[in-house]
């Protein structure tokens, strides 16, 4: 693949995807091959490929699937991935699968770890907890064992033991990822008119069905493809999109705030590729390494604990700075606790500092975007406004 435009379409192929076609091709190659799947926001995938496995991360059914069956085990008032994930699982979407990892984000996803145990009790289930203390000698103790007691589970499921050395090789792979993974959204952040974020989300989204080491390669041929590819550049404000970290917004959401007049150059959609800031020391204890970056050097999100109250917000306000961003929009799904309740502080900090913000909220499968193109269009001029004021 050498242009932007047969890379976005083989992106665009998996998105569309919903039998996971690469992923069951990918364990069908090889007799003993394992599949674990994991819910967003963040689990270690190290330790998934240190025991020769797939990382698949199930992210909802999108918009294109039509929930039956995932409106009989949940109620209403709830978000809809859990539905539309049930859906999956109903519909054997997800019956080559070997195991599934629920991270800890919400009580819903906490109650759909219990749901899927009753519904797959074959199959490898863990509820992934993660520490709210953050001190070493507690939280990170805490997370340690949690990590232990997970390398032994999936050692069950892939049948050997997986060594440090295993997941030393595989951290080195993830890191490289993991660098890879800004250099896209720094090359973004700069040049926004070369890189459109709904290809960006594309691009990332690939990395959920695909080994880690194809996703590095296509993101270095997109980096590669979309430098030469020669585009115009728009007068479009500068935002920031928050809030979407765990049930992910339509396609058409991200191509309608673009479409409205704005350069997305920041945003927390499938934060497992940058949850880890810096790269894994590889010296010394892996598990320990994984922990104590957990710790220190993970990304700030609704999802996870803040320690320091005082601080809240501030994580979103240094994005501004460093992307150069004009605005935040904040876009959550609907009944999303985490991002709702985390939304006021978020505001707050943004409004003591003087940097415009919107709200608004939507549903894996929202299909009417011109309401929200309307109001993302209305931010846009009112910042050009502003600015010339």
Request: hydrophobic content about 40%.
């Amino acid at each position: 693949m050498k242009n932007v435009t047969e890379i976005v379409e083989y992106c665009q192929e998996l998105y569309d995807d919903l039998n996971f076609t690469a992923a069951r091709k990918w364990k069908e190659a090889e007799e003993g091959r394992k599949v674990i799947g994991y819910m967003p926001v963040y689990v270690p995938r190290e330790i998934i490929h240190a025991g020769g496995m797939l990382s698949l991360g199930v992210l909802g059914g999108g918009e294109s699937l039509e929930v039956i069956h995932g409106d009989a085990y949940y109620q209403s008032y709830i978000c809809r991935i859990p539905r539309s994930t049930i859906e999956l699982a109903v519909t054997k979407r997800l019956d080559f699968v070997d195991g599934m990892l629920f991270p800890s984000i919400c009580d819903v996803i906490r109650n759909l770890s219990g749901m899927w145990k009753l519904m797959m009790p074959d199959v490898y289930v863990r509820y992934f907890d993660v520490p709210q203390n953050f001190k070493d000698d507690v939280g990170g103790n805490y997370y340690a064992q949690e990590l232990q007691e997970l390398r032994e589970g999936l050692e069950g499921v892939c049948g050997r033991k997986i060594t440090d050395d295993d997941i030393r090789r595989s951290t080195a792979i993830y890191n490289e990822n993991r660098r890879l993974v800004e250099q896209v959204y720094d090359f973004r952040a700069k040049t926004p008119w070369k890189a459109p974020s709904f290809e960006v989300y594309l691009l990332m989204r690939a990395g959920m069905v695909l080994p880690v080491e194809e996703h590095s390669q296509l993101i270095q041929d997109y980096l590669a493809a979309a430098e030469a590819e020669d585009r115009p550049m728009r007068d479009n404000c500068r935002v920031i999109v928050q809030g979407s970290f765990c049930e992910q917004p339509p396609l058409n959401l991200v191509k309608s705030i673009e479409m409205a007049g704005c350069y997305i150059v920041d945003d927390d959609y499938m934060l497992v590729t940058r949850w880890l800031m810096e790269d894994v020391p590889l010296e010394g204890d892996p598990i320990n390494n994984l922990a104590s970056s957990f710790l220190h050097q993970s990304i700030e999100t609704a999802a996870k604990y803040e320690p320091d109250g005082s601080r809240k917000g501030q994580f979103l306000l240094d994005s501004v700075r460093t992307r150069a961003a004009e605005g935040v929009i904040f876009a959550a799904p609907s009944f999303c606790d985490p991002a709702l309740l985390d939304r006021p502080m978020l505001v707050h900090r943004l409004n003591d500092n003087n940097v415009p913000n919107i709200s608004f909220k939507y549903a894996e499968n929202s299909g009417q975007m011109q309401p929200i193109r309307e109001q993302a269009g209305t931010f846009a001029d009112s910042i050009k406004l502003w600015s010339e004021a």
